[in-house]
């Protein structure tokens, strides 16, 4: 199937769009495809939030329908006359999947495969999905390709490499274009406090040390959210059918490193870091391969280390002023087990996933 030009998209359809990185891809398809309107359809779980969308929402360019990527009949009819669609739902905390991995297996994979079912339904001309670089794993210390092992080493990863198996064994069935992003750690405003950069960001604004897993010289690699979004609007128009592309920048660093940039970069004073056992095999994660993408005229133009003041500015804008000196707005970074709970999905799997 061929590529999209932009400006003749006329229905897009966002997964996920409340969250951090759906939101962002809703406000940068808005301006570029400038005669589309957007649904959005998001579940509404703890890492959502409708004030994301409040640019959005004044464009009146855009719908939005609570409810999730598995409810099959939902999605089917949230699909009806769509031109794209940007799979951006999930879950995607690494620490929190060691506590309710089902809840990433049922989300991030068997979400993905009634997406895919519906797109068929529908016969919806292209998807986006965002994947994860995380499916590598700690990878061989190369730099990752595209056709590198899919080598996941935590639950995250796992669901995560699931749901492209899924794709992969499900899109040729109906005849559907599929095009997947691997981004690394993206960098932007709107993300959870649960995260390694708004926690960071957070904790130094409110003067508490910064937790560091182990020694901190693992090493993570970084993509700006507008090179992200750029990424994707290259894969959506100049991109191959069914083919698969790694985003990321030029950041390379050690977790010690992001952690002492961030107390540079916060103009509060701060109280240092703190070295902590973290979590299972927090290992490095190796540099990835983007030639792939650059040949399609990508290119990044973003720094971790150029973000950071004005993030540092907007994260700290969210801890109320009498709290500075008290952790108040932090969560703890692995939270306690929770139940998984999904709507019905119009399959007998997932409704025997919901009643257990």
């Known amino acids: 199937m061929a590529s999209l030009a932009l400006d003749r998209i006329r229905t897009i359809v966002v997964t996920g769009g409340a969250g951090f990185v759906g939101s962002h891809i809703v406000d940068d398809l808005l301006v570029h495809c400038p005669d589309a309107r957007i649904r959005v359809l998001d579940a ?44 951006a739902a999930g879950e995607s905390h690494v620490e929190r999947a060691f506590s309710v991995p089902e809840r990433f297996t049922v989300a991030n994979a068997l979400g993905t495969q009634v997406l895919v079912e519906a797109m068929g339904r529908r016969g919806v001309p292209l998807m986006i999905h965002v994947g994860t670089a995380e499916v590598y794993g700690a990878g061989t210390g190369e730099p990752a390709g595209e056709r590198a092992p899919l080598l996941p080493d935590n639950p995250y990863g796992a669901s995560k490499a699931a ?14 274009d599929i095009r997947v992003l691997r981004p690394v750690n993206i960098v932007g405003t709107r993300q959870n406090a649960e995260k390694l950069l708004p926690r960071f960001l957070e904790m130094a604004a409110v003067g508490r040390p910064l937790p560091v897993h182990g020694d901190g010289l693992q090493l993570r690699a970084f ?25 990321a ?60 003041p004005a993030l540092a500015a907007w994260y700290a804008a969210r801890v109320p002023g009498g709290t500075r000196r008290r952790l108040r707005q932090v969560p703890g970074l692995a939270p306690q087990r929770v139940q998984a709970v999904t709507q019905a999905a119009g399959s007998g799997l997932f409704r025997s996933l919901e009643r257990h």
């Not at 993509?223 to 991109?239: E, K, N, Y």
């Not at 509060?268 to 792939?292: I, K, L």
């Open 44 to 87: 509404f779980t703890y890492a959502a939030d409708m004030s994301h969308l409040d640019a959005a929402f004044r464009t009146g360019r855009v719908t939005i329908q609570q409810g999730d990527v598995g409810n099959l009949d939902l999605v089917t009819e949230m699909l009806r006359d769509a031109d794209l669609v940007v799979h």
């Open 163 to 176: 749901a492209e198996m899924l794709i992969a064994g499900l899109r040729r069935s109906f005849g559907l």
């Open 223 to 247: 993509v700006t959210m507008a090179d992200f979004c750029s990424a994707l609007r290259t894969v959506v128009t100049h991109g191959a059918e069914n083919a698969t592309y790694n985003v």
């Open 249 to 308: 920048g030029d950041d390379l660093y050690d977790i010690l490193s992001v952690a002492r940039m961030v107390l540079d970069a916060v103009q509060d004073p701060v109280a240092g870091v703190t070295f902590t056992g973290g979590r299972p095999d927090n290992a490095s994660r190796p540099p990835v391969e983007t030639a792939a993408l650059r040949a399609l005229g990508w290119q990044p133009k973003g720094t971790l280390r150029g973000e950071l």
